[in-house]
T-cell receptor, first 112, second 111 residues
């Protein structure tokens, strides 16, 4: 069975500060890893994903995540956040692109 | 990409009634998925809906409570039956179309 743990339910941070949102997973099989973002009053959007190859993946808006197999982690980072990054972020795993297992989410609150 | 719409976007219902949520996709997809996001919790897969066959339910979810229809490759409905306050959640439709896309969700409040 797969499970995803996001230890931080809320992360407050000041604008232009760096941020890391933690995600750990457990799985008995190889999985694909995803980060989704949910802006206020909007649906889930894919932020980035790890399928294979380079363990460091990047999004178009400056976020990156690194797959660490030994630590079973896929932490999301951004060196300098903006007010517009305020949203809830969900880590997810899937082994077949059909069933997704989500973490409990981390609310990122960027303050001016 | 796939654009997904859901109706209604939100509803407030009385205990014991049923609500049918519609999900429409702008492209043909083989599988559609229904998720539930309870307050303060993560998304949980309810069932997978394939066109032309019975939906496949995850552990803890049953057809009598959450009947699903999948009449064609772009549409599905989820009914929340005999509702109780514990059914208050956001219900999301999702499809796999080169990546996983999610609808905007239906926010259900049961009084």
């Amino acid at each position: 069975a797969q499970s995803v743990t996001q230890l931080d339910s809320q992360v407050p941070v000041f604008e232009e500060a760096p941020v890391e949102l933690r995600c750990n997973y457990s799985s008995s099989v190889s999985v694909y890893l995803f980060w989704y973002v949910q802006y206020p009053n909007q649906g889930l959007q894919l932020l980035l994903k790890y399928l294979s190859g380079s363990t460091l993946v990047e999004s178009i808006n400056g976020f990156e995540a690194e797959f660490n197999k030994s630590q079973t982690s896929f932490h999301l980072r951004k060196p300098s956040v903006h007010i517009s990054d305020t949203a809830e972020y969900f880590c997810a795993v899937s082994y077949n692109f059909n069933k997704f297992y989500f973490g409990s989410g981390t609310k990122l609150n960027v303050k001016p | 990409s796939a654009v997904i719409s859901q109706k209604p976007s939100r509803d407030i219902c009385q205990r014991g009634t049923s609500l049918t949520i519609q999900c429409q996709v702008d492209s043909q997809v083989t599988m559609m998925f229904w998720y539930r996001q309870q307050p303060g919790q993560s998304l949980t897969l309810i069932a997978t809906a394939n066109q032309g066959s019975e939906a496949t339910y995850e552990s803890g979810f049953v057809i009598d409570k959450f009947p699903i229809s999948r009449p064609n490759l772009t549409f599905s409905t989820l009914t929340v039956s005999n509702m109780s306050p514990e059914d208050s959640s956001i219900y999301l439709c999702s499809v796999e179309h080169n990546e996983q896309f999610f609808g905007p969700g239906t926010r259900l409040t049961v009084l």
